[in-house]
């Protein structure tokens, strides 16, 4: 069974980056869909990126523009760097893995951006 472990997480101003790294156990398949998700407090979980076929990337509006992901098949590792931080983008981010419609999920690295 595939393992995803999330670093990069941290406290971090507003203005400010951070970079989230998603490492796999073992080597996953441009084709297998992966993408960042995040929880705020209260809220429910939500898209914040994704990546398929290698390159096709898809952002949610509220992290357009500031945000980018990325995958680096020689290391088995995903990453989101993250600009231009806001308040908002505080919560707990999740790595995930569609590998053959089987979901897999990372343990969640905490992000907060201070005002």
């Known amino acids: 069974q595939v393992q995803l472990v999330e670093s990069g997480g941290g406290l971090v101003q507003a203005g400010g980056s951070l970079t989230l790294s998603c490492a796999a156990s073992e080597s996953i398949s441009a084709i297998n869909p992966m993408g960042w998700y995040r929880q705020a407090p209260g809220k429910q979980r939500e898209l914040v990126a994704t990546?398929?076929?290698?390159?096709?990337?898809n952002y949610a509006d509220s992290v357009k523009g500031r945000f980018t992901i990325s995958r680096d098949y020689a290391k088995n590792t995903m990453y989101l760097q993250m600009n231009s931080l806001k308040p908002e983008d505080t919560g707990i981010y999740y790595c995930n893995l569609n590998r053959w419609s089987v979901l897999y999920w990372g343990q969640g690295t905490q992000v907060t951006v201070s005002s």
């Open positions: 990546i398929t076929s290698g390159r096709i990337t």
